[in-house]
Every structure is written in C-alpha cells, then in structure tokens.
C-alpha cells in the first residue's frame, strides 16, 4: 500500500525559500503510471493545486507560482521535492503531497489524485 | 483557468437523509471530474473519478453523475461519518482546479 509523507521546516521567514520533500513508500517513484504533485490549502481556504511532475522530470506548474516554484524527483531516493521562493504570509498553508494516477481516453491521459500524504503546515512569519 | 463551482456551501442534514451536492464547470470537461471528502484536520480522501467511477474502499450510498460542465455527488442515506467538506476538481486541463467546498452539517 503505497504512503507518502511530506518533511521540512514548519516555519519559513518572509523572502526565503520554502523546501518541502514527499517520500514515497510502498511503490516507486519510477512507475510510469503516475505522476506525482503538491496542493496546499492556506487556514480556513479551499485546496489549490501547485504542480506535477513525472518521474522522467517532466513537470506542469499553477501559472501564479510559476516565477517561484520548482518541483524536482530523486528516483534513487524515491522522493519528489517542492522549493517555492520568496515566500510571504500568503503561502502560509498545509502542503500535502499526492500521487496522481491516470485514466486514459484513445491516446490520452488524464490523472487525479488518488494518494494523499497526511500534509504539513508551513507558517511564513519572521 | 476552469473555473469550479459548488452549491451549496454549506448543507444541513440529518442521520439517513439523501443529500445531493452540485458542481459546475465554466467550460466542458468532459467526464474528468474527481470527488473528494476532508474531515477537519485530515488530508482529503478520494471519493469518485472519471465523474462517476467509485474509488475502491469508498461505500456504495455514494455516487456521482454528470458530464460535460454539470455534475453531482450523491450520499444515498447519510452516516455519522460523512459530515465533512466535499471537493469536486476537473482534470481535464491544467492547472487543475478545485471547486469551494461543501460542508455537509449535521442539522
């Protein structure tokens, strides 16, 4: 049964870079069924989704974030990563990471999120 | 951006009740639409994909219908533990988007 689990700081200070890591147990990284992602949902808000990335690297970002945020893959440590720059008090929120798996139509995908990590709150405060 | 919208936002309900919750798409999406529920302080849970489609281990009272840009979840007989907040998402093109939330309140 596949588990992810998302690591890093709880609090960031205003301007820095916020590092989060997904660990994934229970299945590979390398599987190409999936791709792998992040969503936070700031205190109180509804859940937005932040980008994806497969294991080759491929990736797709939310356009607002995409000045400021990297998502990366390490297969041999089977773990995928979340860097998000120049943080403010806006991007307070719990980050949860998540599995995406796909539904095919002729010669295309589409992928929902079937596994979710527990999240981890991030306070952006000095 | 596909816009997502839910009605309601917030539903009160009693113990066995069939309660429907209603998700609209601002252009089509054919039938890539997810639910999912979130209880206070817990990641959210896959309940359906593909509109329709029951996420193994989720109980049959639920159910989901719709295409295109209008789309349903329903709860056949409510149980205690189904008062939470409710998801719809489209994944048909990115960035994907989820809709408010509904919160299912016990009345």
């Known amino acids: 049964q596949v588990q992810l689990q998302e690591s890093g700081p709880g609090l960031v200070k205003p301007s820095e870079t916020l590092s989060l890591t997904c660990s994934v147990s229970?299945?590979?990284?390398?599987?190409?069924?999936?791709?792998w992602g992040w969503i936070r949902q700031p205190p109180g808000k509804g859940l937005e989704w932040m980008g994806s990335?497969?294991?080759?690297?491929?990736?797709y970002y939310n356009s607002p974030l995409k000045s400021r945020l990297t998502i990366s893959v390490d297969t041999s440590r089977n773990q995928f990563s979340l860097r998000l720059s120049s943080v403010t008090a806006a991007d307070t929120a719990v980050f949860y990471c998540?599995?995406?798996?796909?539904?095919?139509?002729?010669?295309?995908?589409?992928?929902?999120?079937?596994?979710w990590g527990k999240g981890t709150t991030v306070t952006v405060s000095s | 951006d596909i816009q997502m919208t839910q009605s309601p936002s917030t539903l009160s309900a009693s113990i066995g009740d069939r309660v429907t919750i209603t998700c609209r798409a601002s252009q089509s999406i054919s039938s890539w639409l997810a639910w999912y529920q979130q209880k206070p302080g817990k990641a959210p849970k896959l309940l359906m994909y593909k509109a329709s489609s029951l996420q193994s281990g989720v109980p049959s009272r639920f159910s989901g219908s719709g295409s295109g840009t209008e789309f349903t979840l329903t709860i056949s007989s409510l149980q205690p533990d189904d008062f939470a907040t409710y998801y719809c998402?489209?994944?048909?093109?990115?960035?994907?988007?989820f809709g408010q939330g509904t919160k299912l309140e016990i009345k």
């Open positions: 990335i497969y294991y080759s690297g491929s990736t």
């Open positions: 998540v599995r995406l798996t796909s539904n095919q139509e002729g010669r295309y995908y589409y992928y929902y999120m079937d596994v």
């Open positions: 229970g299945d590979s990284i390398s599987n190409d069924n999936y791709y």
């Open positions: 998402q489209q994944y048909n093109t990115y960035p994907y988007t």
